[in-house]
């Protein structure tokens, strides 16, 4: 059973912080990671992939991933409370018949106070 | 470029009609997946199809659920005899290919509200 856990959350920050979300994974062999933004009643929205060990910077996004901890996070630096929404780690196992899938955490649900 | 196509953004049945969702992939993709969000959870997996193949389908009930992606057309989410417990958003994504890394895009998701 391949499993994504992410802070439940919710997590409030003021406008102009920085928004910390966690996830950790249970299948050693993921081999791609995502984070997924989905406001209310809308679909995901993919803002960030990571494959290997390190940082990865887009714009006020930061993707972290430590494989030999399986974890994976994602900063968001000097937040905007456009910014507020629910945040979605996915993970690929990159194996088999299941290479196509991706698994998902719970999401957690970010709100940025002005 | 239009993206990932589904319709109908919402769809209400009565307890034990049938559901029928589309989802039209981004053009040259041929490879389509779907997922179930229920109320407050995460999305799981369903089915995973290439052009008329299933790949993997290991994520949908067996029961009154099947998909399908023929060489024409759109793919089909379809749910028969709907129950209240149907009720969620399905979301459909696709690929170009069978990729690894590869974050998919997901269309705008159809709504089944079950009464």
């Known amino acids: 059973q391949k499993e994504v856990e992410q802070n439940s959350g919710p997590l409030s920050v003021p406008e102009g912080a920085i928004a910390s979300l966690n996830c950790t994974y249970s299948d050693r062999g993921s081999q791609s990671f995502f984070w997924y933004r989905q406001y209310s009643g809308k679909s995901p929205e993919l803002i960030m992939s990571i494959y290997s060990n390190g940082d990865k910077e887009d714009g006020r996004f930061t993707a972290q991933l430590n494989k030999a901890s399986q974890y994976v996070s994602l900063l968001i630096r000097d937040s905007q409370p456009s910014d507020s929404a629910t945040y979605l780690c996915a993970v690929r196992s990159g194996r088999g018949s299941t290479l196509g899938r991706l698994y998902f955490g719970r999401g957690t649900q970010l709100t940025v106070w002005p | 470029n239009a993206g990932v196509m589904q319709n109908p953004r919402h769809l209400v049945r009565r307890r034990g009609q049938e559901a029928r969702l589309r989802c039209s992939p981004m053009k040259g993709h041929s490879h389509v997946y779907w997922y179930r969000q229920l109320p407050e959870e995460g999305l799981k997996f369903m089915v995973y199809?290439?052009?008329?193949?299933?790949?993997?389908e290991s994520g949908m009930p067996k029961e009154r659920f099947s998909a399908e992606f023929p060489k024409e057309g759109p793919s089909i989410l379809r749910i028969q005899q709907v129950v209240r417990g149907d009720s969620a958003a399905y979301f459909c994504a696709s690929s170009p290919r069978e990729v690894n890394n590869y974050g998919y895009t997901f269309g705008s998701g159809t709504r089944l509200t079950v009464v």
């Open positions: 199809l290439q052009k008329e193949n299933i790949i993997d």
